[in-house]
């Protein structure tokens, strides 16, 4: 009974603190500026804007890795824009400038009689020898040869090619869209495939005769798409059915030297629309029969990759992801017999993230490496392509984000997650690299923060840089087989931007909508606040669920803090329905794009408000660009009871208008009615709260039309808004013009004062007759 009253009591200690926060805020006046703090303020942001671009900082380090492979240079920034070049021996453990910038300015000014700042040495291309007492630059166009015990500096030709890009990804991602192009001659050089009209045609190249496989093909209706099997014994493609996707329109208003409007077409599939379908065949060249491969047509995707089996090439592997997203396969065809079995077969009640289905095939040991959420994480698993049956990798309540590399030798996978850590950040990258048995999982980056990785071309050596979005990066060089730290590169501070005035921004999480979930998001508030008064709260919004957004590496200033600098607090929110969570987080997009997560990030912002006492969420204005201007849009349509007024640019207001490869991922196929229900369009009449709406005419990412459209509703409703189509622009915010008037806007209806006039002035009067 004690324990029951002692809680009963903190129950009402918290109910009568959570009550006098409420009331103090309702204490504090509203900031609302005259026209003299108002310039003030904007003179301020300005000088900010410009101050932080002359503040060194060093987020991330890209190593040029020399030949020796132990060694490599680097650019280190500096105050005021300028910069010197670092050399570092790996083996030796040794971090130097890499030469004299003075004299090799002074060098160089002699040899092209160019003017040359020894801080600000722009240098395209440079190369040590081997002893890193001599170096090959290019400058301009030209190359030279300097030697650093003198630098005598000798101009030389162009002989030396880039030896290592480290930032490049070692396994580049392969798009399920990227068309397979025709085979050519086959593998054994002595065939050669060739199409004509519509029908398949193979040369034997020593007899000079031509064999015609296939006769019932035809220009409407061709086979295509053909690859050799690895022992030249057969022919894989398809019998196609074209579908010519359809244009999208749009018109240039503003050609220089033009007195018309130039109209603009581009080829944009939108949800609903016919895909060209492929049916499988297979040829056997000593027989040239042709086999149906009993499998269905692919509808969704161009003709996929395939992958043969190394020790009969009678069978091949390809993928299949069923238009939805709701079913992926990898499927194994008999090209004898034409019969097929699934190897895998993963069917979701939701969706398949088809941008995050990782396949590595390892052929020599009929293996593969296959990533799926079916545990309700992102995890990977080797898969017995012979059996099918499969074994779990990594395992556990957290990420796997990106495959950086497969160790075939050592049978070791390389890769970066987030969320395995306690005690800090979900979204925080980590590297990691663990055993095809799932065993001796390393973690090659463990100190806090979100780390950013590049690595040697042998693989030796690694820079890892971390950092917060408030805390400056560390960089270290470490080696790679016991992740030991060799040398730290680089320290940051944020010393530099506080000396400046900046306020860094501020790492805030409550509870989502269930209750349990920890919702991360940041703060930026004004650097010179009055504690006494409430600031109207500002949110940027991109809900696309692709992705996370919310920063994680440092980012002392940005368009958030600008604005804040205004007389706002601007928040950022990762809600429900965005990536890199669970596959329950993630889920609640699901037909469900109009949600936005906007529960979690309301009452995101509630706690957030009754922490930051000066946070007025009485007056709460959004804004965001392409999925972000739907969203933001969205926030005044169906959630007019907390946010107050919007500014939208290129959204795409209506996911029939949009894209069909982005829409029908989330918003599921075939186009149902839930479409036109979460449509902005269809729901203009029920705007409430002040809008801006901002469009470029010539955007090819989301068909200006659509925002058009949503222009149309709107004044058909006769509901009061903004509106501004930005001549010549693509797919934007309204650039420079159109944040201003994106600052104007909140500041006149959420400040409810006026921003600076800027059509005062008078020109001159022109002379000129």
Same mark, same amino acid.
């Given at each position: 009974m004690k324990t029951i009253s002692i809680v009963k009591s903190c129950a009402i200690l918290i109910c009568t603190a959570s009550a006098f926060i409420v009331q103090a805020q309702q204490a504090l006046e509203p900031y609302k500026p005259n026209p003299a703090e108002m310039s003030i303020a904007y003179q301020r942001a300005g000088v900010l804007d410009s101050l932080v671009r002359r503040i060194e900082v060093n987020n991330n380090i890209s190593p040029v890795w020399q030949a020796d492979q132990k060694s490599f240079w680097y650019k280190k920034n500096l105050a005021e824009k300028k910069w010197k070049y670092m050399y570092v021996n790996a083996t030796e453990g040794m971090r130097k400038n890499?030469?004299?910038?003075?004299?090799?300015?002074?060098?160089?000014?002699? /040899?092209?009689?160019?003017?040359?700042?020894?801080?600000?040495?722009?240098?395209?291309?440079?190369?040590?020898?081997?002893?890193?007492?001599?170096?090959?630059?290019?400058?301009?166009?030209?190359?030279f040869r300097i030697d650093l015990?003198?630098?005598?500096?000798? *101009?030389?030709?162009?002989?030396?090619?880039?030896?290592?890009?480290?930032? *490049?990804?070692?396994?580049?991602?392969?798009?399920?869209? &990227?068309?397979?192009?025709?085979?050519?001659?086959?593998?054994?050089?002595?065939?050669?495939?060739?199409?004509?009209?519509?029908?398949?045609?193979? *040369?034997?190249?020593?007899?000079r005769e031509d064999e015609q496989l296939s006769f019932d093909g035809t220009t409407a209706k061709p086979y295509g798409a053909f690859s050799w099997s690895p022992d030249s014994k057969t022919l894989f493609g398809y019998r196609i059915s074209p579908e010519k996707i359809k244009e999208v329109y749009y018109v240039l208003s503003s050609v220089p030297g033009t007195t018309r409007g130039q109209l603009k077409?581009?080829?944009?599939?939108?949800?609903?629309?016919?895909?060209?379908?492929?049916?499988?065949?297979?040829?056997?060249?000593?027989? *040239?029969?042709?086999?149906?491969?009993?499998?269905?047509? @692919?509808?969704?995707?161009?003709?996929?990759?395939?992958?043969?089996?190394?020790?009969?090439?009678?069978?091949?592997?390809? &993928?299949?992801?069923?238009?939805?997203?709701? $079913?992926? $396969?990898?499927?194994?065809?008999?090209?004898?017999?034409?019969?097929?079995?699934?190897?895998?077969?993963?069917?979701?009640?939701?969706?398949?993230?088809?941008?995050? @289905?990782?396949?590595?095939?390892?052929?020599?040991?009929?293996e593969m490496i296959w990533s799926s959420e079916k545990d309700g994480y992102r995890h990977l698993y080797l898969v017995n392509t012979l059996t099918g049956k499969q074994y779990p990798i990594t395992k556990g309540n957290w990420v796997v984000r990106e495959i950086d590399s497969v160790d075939i030798a050592k049978r070791e996978i390389w890769f970066r997650a987030s969320g395995i850590n306690a005690g800090e950040d979900p979204y925080f990258m980590?590297?990691?690299?663990?055993?095809?048995?799932?065993?001796?999982?390393?973690?090659?980056?463990? &100190?806090?923060?979100?780390?950013?990785?590049?690595?040697?071309?042998?693989?030796?050596?690694?820079?890892?840089?971390?950092?917060?979005?408030?805390?400056?990066?560390?960089?270290?060089?470490?080696?790679?087989?016991?992740?030991?730290?060799?040398?730290?590169?680089?320290?940051?501070?944020?010393?530099?931007?506080?000396?400046?005035?900046?306020?860094?921004?501020?790492?805030?999480?409550?509870?989502?909508?269930?209750?349990?979930?920890d919702i991360w998001g940041i703060v930026c508030r004004p650097s010179k606040m009055d504690e006494h008064k409430a600031y109207p709260v500002i949110e940027y919004i991109y809900a696309g669920p692709q992705d996370s957004f919310v920063p994680k590496k440092f980012l002392p200033y940005s368009e958030m803090q600008s604005? /804040?600098?205004?007389?706002?607090?601007?928040?950022?929110?990762?809600?429900?329905?965005?990536?890199?969570?669970?596959?329950?987080?993630?889920?609640?997009?699901?037909?469900?794009?109009?949600?936005?997560?906007?529960?979690?990030?309301?009452?995101?912002?509630?706690?957030?408000?009754?922490?930051?006492?000066?946070?007025?969420?009485?007056?709460?204005?959004?804004?965001?660009?392409?999925?972000?201007?739907?969203?933001?849009?969205?926030?005044?349509?169906?959630?007019?009871?907390?946010?107050?007024?919007?500014?939208s640019a290129c959204g795409c207001h209506d996911n029939r208008i949009d894209k069909q490869w982005w829409n029908e991922q989330w918003m599921g196929y075939p186009v149902g009615p839930h479409y036109e229900e979460q449509s902005n369009i269809t729901n203009a009449a029920k705007l409430q709260g002040n809008l801006l709406l901002i469009v470029g005419e010539a955007d090819e990412n989301v068909p200006p039309e659509s925002t058009f459209r949503l222009a149309d509703a709107l004044i058909k409703a006769n509901k009061d808004f903004d509106f501004l189509c930005v001549p010549g622009m693509g797919h934007s915010d309204g650039g420079v013009y159109g944040r201003r008037r994106k600052r104007d806007f909140f500041i006149r209806n959420l400040l409810y004062a006026e921003p600076p006039q800027r059509n005062t002035a008078i020109p001159a009067r022109s002379t000129g007759r």
């Open positions: 890499a030469f004299d910038h003075q004299r090799i300015a002074e060098a160089l000014q002699k /040899a092209t009689g160019n003017n040359y700042d020894a801080e600000q040495l722009k240098l395209t291309k440079l190369f040590f020898n081997g002893a890193a007492d001599e170096i090959t630059v290019k400058t301009g166009d030209q190359w015990r003198t630098y005598q500096c000798l *101009k030389t030709a162009d002989t030396l090619k880039d030896i290592y890009n480290s930032n *490049k990804p070692l396994q580049a991602a392969h798009s399920r869209w &990227e068309s397979i192009p025709d085979a050519g001659k086959s593998p054994d050089g002595k065939k050669e495939l060739y199409l004509k009209e519509g029908n398949v045609f193979v *040369k034997k190249l020593a007899e077409s581009n080829e944009y599939a939108q949800p609903g629309d016919a895909f060209t379908s492929y049916a499988p065949v297979a040829f056997d060249l000593a027989t *040239k029969k042709q086999t149906k491969v009993d499998a269905e047509e @692919i509808d969704f995707f161009g003709a996929p990759e395939l992958h043969w089996r190394q020790d009969n090439n009678q069978y091949c592997i390809y &993928e299949k992801v069923d238009r939805g997203h709701q $079913r992926f $396969r990898v499927i194994e065809a008999d090209l004898k017999s034409g019969k097929t079995r699934n190897i895998i077969d993963e069917r979701a009640a939701t969706f398949i993230y088809e941008n995050r @289905i990782y396949t590595h095939y390892l052929p020599a040991t009929n980590h590297a990691y690299r663990i055993g095809f048995d799932g065993k001796k999982q390393i973690d090659m980056t463990p &100190e806090k923060g979100n780390h950013i990785l590049s690595f040697s071309s042998d693989r030796e050596y690694y820079l890892d840089t971390y950092s917060q979005v408030n805390v400056a990066p560390v960089s270290v060089l470490k080696r790679t087989a016991d992740t030991k730290i060799i040398l730290e590169l680089e320290h940051g501070t944020t010393s530099g931007f506080l000396a400046a005035g900046v306020k860094l921004p501020e790492v805030f999480v409550s509870k989502a909508r269930d209750g349990k979930t604005m /804040a600098e205004l007389g706002f607090i601007v928040v950022q929110i990762d809600g429900m329905g965005t990536a890199n969570r669970s596959k329950a987080f993630h889920d609640v997009c699901w037909k469900n794009l109009a949600d936005a997560g906007f529960a979690d990030r309301i009452l995101w912002m509630k706690a957030m408000a009754k922490q930051y006492q000066n946070a007025d969420i009485s007056r709460v204005g959004i804004y965001g660009t392409s999925a972000g201007g739907q969203n933001s849009t969205g926030a005044l349509l169906f959630h007019p009871e907390f946010y107050k007024a919007a500014v």
